[in-house]
């Protein structure tokens, strides 16, 4: 099954807020600040970064995929058509997002879903500042719309790939590849080296099965690039979320076992966490820029909604639990690993986190309405703040707007500060300047043509709509 990217896209009624800067204090005394880098997402699904330092944001329900650049130039890339909704309210989602960048440019890899229940995974080539040379590379039937595949390059060449399951026997069965982790090449065939993979099993599923016995792996990650150091984190049935260390050719027990085990089996695989919180992605902090994280798996959660710190150990385990507890859930909760977002009072769901190459993370949030925005964490002893609206509170309003594009900040700047406001293809259309000493600025866009548009000021940037 085919899909097309497309370069333009149409978005819903967005509203901007003013927010406050959160600082999460840490045990060693150096806290953790966090700033809003991107606003006005629509339900931002995954993050990636680059060989050059730069975010890449995927956008579940209307296809966007954009890049941030290491110095805070937003782009739209594409847009990925996704099907409609049907009359049973099914739906096409983007669930994966990854990149790949060596000397002959950047090559993306994304996965979503069709309102039929079809996972395709396709892969493109990113040409000035577009995707080109879009190319299915596999679909998998009867996967769950909704669900979220996550997708891990490796260092030998090789794409882990999450497949979701609905909650049925097939993570047990050879005969599909639905509740597995695959393992497939660039162009979609199997890797040979694969733990099922042989002559008589060539042609089947198993051929591509790399583990087996999940319900619905949403994030995968990996210490440093290798099938030695992955991890996955997968959603159970009501509670025991899991974290699980793979394995190759390992069964991890769904749909006989839940929750956490003492000793591993044929039949089960144990995790070495559980929690109740129902993850959507998950990365891998081996950066000292934040020291108390340094080592950690960053969970991200969307029910009872935090980022989770898991600490683990230099054997890779997972040290932050207690294994004597309910099965459901061994995770220790500290307040200092567990971290909460607030959008003018309500939480704000962690659907997917990324760790930057400056050991600053990128932690991807919305509403319950699907207002979404990237945050930036870091500990500004060791990790330098860009520009000083890392440090402002922005906001845009009214959205859309009409005639005027007010902006606003918490706090005046002793400097002036540029605002631009550029389409989607980065063509620059107007701009104004937030004088020194101010904390509001206006931007006319009577005369612009109703369409989405993105405003920066310094590393700040935000979707925004003009509609007349």
Partial sequence: MMRTFLPTLLLATLTTTTWAQSIFPMPNGRDVHDN????GLTSPARLAVDGQG?????????????????????????????DAPIESGARGHLTGLAVRTESSGTTLFVAYTSNTSVLTIARARVVA??????????????????????????????????????????????ATLTGKVIRIHEDGSPAADNPFA??????????????????NVSGLASADGTLATAYAVEAGPVGADEVN?????????????????????????????????????????????????????LIATVTNPALLIAR?????????????????????????????????GEPERVTCVATMTDGSIAVGTETADGRGRIHRLFDPVSTSVAATTDATAISAAPLPAHSVLTFSRAAADATEQAIVLTDLTGRRHVSATFASGSTQASLPVHQLPSGTYIARIGTWTSIVVVRH
């Fill in 36 to 39: 809003i880098i991107v606003d």
């Fill in 54 to 82: 730069a975010l890449w944001v995927a956008c579940a329900t209307d296809g966007r995929i954009f890049r941030r650049s290491a110095e805070g130039e937003l782009t739209h890339i594409g847009t990925i058509e996704l």
């Fill in 129 to 174: 500042n577009a995707l080109d040379d879009v190319t299915t590379i596999l679909d998998v039937d009867n996967v769950p719309y909704n669900r979220r595949s996550a997708i891990l390059p490796m260092v030998d060449g090789t794409l882990l790939i999450s497949v979701p399951s609905f909650d049925t026997p097939a993570p047990l069965s050879p």
């Fill in 198 to 215: 042989n002559p008589t099993t060539s042609a089947t599923p198993m051929a591509y099965v790399y583990t087996y016995g999940h319900r």
């Fill in 245 to 297: 260390h793979l394995s190759a050719g390992r069964n991890y027990g769904w749909f006989r076992h839940q929750g956490y085990c003492g000793e591993s089996s044929e039949t089960n695989t144990c995790p070495e966490m559980t929690f109740s919180r129902i993850p959507f992605d998950v990365a891998w902090y081996g950066s000292q820029a934040i020291p108390s994280f340094a080592q950690s798996l």
């Fill in 312 to 344: 683990t150990s230099s054997t890779g385990k997972v040290i932050d639990h207690n294994p004597q507890a309910d099965p459901v859930s061994t995770y220790i909760e500290e307040p200092w690993r567990v971290l909460t977002f607030q959008r003018d």
